[in-house]
Nanobody, 115 residues
Framework: QVQVVESGGGLVHPGGSLRLSCAAS????????VGWYRQAPVKQRELVGT???????DYADSVKGRFTISRGNAKNTVYLEMNSLKPGDTAVYYC?????????WGQGTQVTVSS
């Protein structure tokens, strides 16, 4: 059974930064497109962005220019670098690999942006 683990969430002031990590056992992260989603209270899960196995990222318009998705040197970890955070970015952030509704999901990591 593949376990996907997100980490790095926390409380940050508006304008601040956080870096989230997504890791999983084996080579599933390295060999597949990985998606980052987020879900705020009483809202639907929203796609934040993706990164292909060839390291090509793509972003939702709401985070473009502020968030960066990348892979670690060993390619087994995917990062979500979040800058210029806003209260509207408050959500539980999830990693999905392979990027597919029937892929594996982590338990999520809470990001709270508040003064």
């Amino acid at each position: 059974q593949v376990q996907v683990v997100e980490s790095g969430g926390g409380l940050v002031h508006p304008g601040g930064s956080l870096r989230l990590s997504c890791a999983a056992s084996g080579s599933i992260v390295r060999m597949n497109t990985v998606g980052w989603y987020r879900q705020a209270p009483v809202k639907q899960r929203e796609l934040v962005g993706t990164i292909t196995s060839g390291d090509i990222p793509d972003y939702a318009d709401s985070v473009k220019g502020r968030f960066t998705i990348s892979r670690g040197n060993a390619k087994n970890t995917v990062y979500l670098e979040m800058n210029s955070l806003k209260p509207g970015d408050t959500a539980v952030y999830y990693c999905n690999v392979p990027f597919d509704p029937f892929g594996y999901w982590g338990q999520g990591t809470q990001v709270t942006v508040s003064s």
